[in-house]
């Protein structure tokens, strides 16, 4: 079965400093692999998708992530952060379920916090 | 705004009593998912619906139950309710039918969550 594990729980960074949120998968299959970060009271929002196509996927907000076989990682990065940025992010991979069904499996989420 | 509504968005009662949780995806969206949120265990996927048909199951327990529409808003029932059944609900939606093995999954939109407290 496809899942992901991400290392640490919570992050603390000073605005201005480099962002790195950690995500290791295992999948026996290649997998499709997500990124979600979720803002207090609210629902999640994708902040990228690797589908295979290129390693070095970017989204919204100046993130990105590194799709590395070699490591079964997806780490996600920022060059800099904002006090905008705390908030709880998640990696999800797409999964095989029963009935043949596919839906995220998501890992236990950071919850990342920038310091003035 | 994702555009997938959810109500109610708070929600109080006590053990043994059964709820209804209510679900309407972006428009055109024909998948529907429903996913539990709580401390211990994380966001837990419970069940997909595509256009109106059970298509994927997670770790949905037999208490709980979901059926989606001819008009694809979607319902989840929980009943016999448990202290342990306190978390947060969130239902999601995409355009497509979840995925198959070359293809993956697509893009889910997510609601802003039901929180469930049970006493």
């Known amino acids: 079965a496809q899942s992901v594990t991400q290392l640490g729980s919570h992050v603390s960074v000073s605005e201005g400093a480099l962002v790195l949120l950690r995500c290791n998968y295992s999948?026996?299959?290649?997998?499709?692999l997500f990124w979600y970060v979720q803002y207090p009271n609210q629902g999640l929002q994708l902040l990228l998708k690797?589908?295979?196509?290129?390693?070095l996927v970017k989204g919204i907000n100046g993130f990105e992530a590194e799709f590395k076989k070699s490591e079964t990682s997806f780490h996600l990065t920022k060059p800099s952060a904002h006090m905008s940025d705390a908030a709880e992010y998640f990696c999800?991979?797409?999964?095989?379920?029963?009935?043949?069904?596919?839906?995220?499996?998501f890992g236990k989420g950071t919850s990342l916090l920038v310091t003035p | 705004d994702s555009g997938v509504t959810q109500t109610p968005k708070h929600l109080i009662t006590a053990t043994g009593q059964r709820v209804t949780l209510r679900c309407s995806p972006r428009s055109g969206d024909l998948s529907v998912y429903w996913y539990q949120q709580s401390l211990d265990q994380g966001l837990q996927f419970l069940i997909q619906y595509y256009n109106g048909e059970e298509r994927a199951k997670g770790n949905i327990l037999e208490r709980f139950s979901a059926q989606q529409f001819p008009d694809l808003h979607s319902e989840l029932n929980l009943s016999s309710l448990e202290l342990g059944d306190s978390a947060l609900y969130f239902c999601a939606s995409s355009t497509g039918q979840g995925g198959t093995l070359a293809g993956g999954i697509g893009e889910l939109f997510f609601g802003e969550g039901s929180r469930l407290t049970v006493l």
């Open positions: 690797y589908t295979s196509a290129a390693t």
């Open positions: 999948s026996s299959v290649p997998p499709y």
């Open positions: 999800a991979v797409s999964a095989l379920n029963s009935n043949s069904g596919y839906a995220l499996n």
